[in-house]
């Protein structure tokens, strides 16, 4: 260590790389600094005046904080993108109940979300309406989204995680619009269904970004991004906006939870097969209860 009239402090270091990068950390701020070897220790250290130790220590320390985000950027850029084409199932299904109800009318007049019956203790329209369409252009648009979202989301969550949400935010979307209207109402269509989906996939990200203490970036990136494209498919005059804000809400709320789990434990082959038949099951049990009510 050479010699110097001002007091000096020494910062250690795990090896002459880090040294090295630290170092030149430090120079960018203007800060007097020398490798210098531990002969007793065998190891390398650092060298700055004993009055520039603390603003040394701070600069290190913001340059580790800004390496382990990047380094945690990179997993995420690391992300393989996939697309799954089993969201084709959910069209099938939509198709079957379309094609139903252009021939038996009397399965809308049972399966319709009307407030006043649900204000009456017929529950399940909540979600029998997210079964029904107006028209064959409000079927393609729902399918349209519905499958592009499922085919982004089934990769990370897997289908039965995505059944299920699809269903609990379609009827929380019929129930969020029931509560925030006065009038009576009667509606049907899956959009509250499709914006939960839009909703659960803007959430993959949010449990990295929250791990990293980046919770505006997490917020302005996930909740940000997923509800500027539900005002630009979501808020058709002509539609019902209050369904598809809440299932959007709903699809978020459920998102954030399950983002935490990991996609292999959600994908495991019977975790997925058994919600699947869960939200099946959820629906077939709907429809048993409106069936009475067709004359």
């Given at each position: ?61 913001q ?15 690391k ?22 109800q ?27 309406a ?5 028209d ?7 399918l ?39 009038e ?6 899956a ?13 993959q ?42 299932g ?14 990991p ?9 997925d ?23």
């Open positions: 260590m050479r010699e110097s009239q001002t007091a000096q402090a020494e910062i250690s270091v795990r090896s002459k790389r880090q040294a090295m990068d630290w170092s030149l950390v430090l120079a960018s701020q203007d800060i007097d600094v020398e490798i210098a070897r531990d002969l007793e220790n065998n190891a390398f250290v650092l060298v700055v005046d004993e009055k520039d130790q603390e603003r040394a220590r701070h600069a290190i320390e340059y580790r904080k800004e390496n382990q985000r990047n380094h945690s950027l990179l997993e995420f850029s992300e393989r993108f996939d697309f799954h084409p089993e969201g084709l199932w959910w069209c099938l299904v939509m198709v079957v109940f379309f094609v139903l252009m021939d038996l009318r009397v399965l809308e007049t049972s399966g319709i979300m009307d407030s006043t019956r649900v204000s009456q203790g017929e529950w399940w329209r909540l979600v029998t997210t079964c029904l369409h107006q064959l252009g409000h079927l393609a648009s729902n349209t989204f519905g499958f592009l979202f499922l085919g982004l989301a089934i990769p990370r969550y897997g289908g039965g995680v995505c059944a299920l949400v699809a269903i609990l935010s379609g009827a929380f979307g019929n129930y969020f619009g029931l509560c925030l209207r006065t009576d109402f009667k509606g049907l269509g959009s509250g269904s499709v914006m939960g989906l839009l909703g659960l996939l803007a959430m990200t949010w449990p990295g970004w929250v791990r990293l203490g980046e919770w505006r970036r997490a917020t302005l990136s996930s909740l940000g991004g997923g509800a500027a494209l539900l005002m630009l498919i979501g808020t058709d005059p002509r539609s019902d906006v209050l369904a598809h804000i809440g959007f809400v709903a699809g978020c709320a459920l998102g954030s939870l399950i983002a935490w789990a996609s292999k434990a959600l994908r495991r082959n019977q975790w097969s058994g919600l699947l038949a869960l939200a099946a099951l959820a629906t077939a049990a709907c429809w048993i209860k409106a069936l009475p009510l067709i004359p």
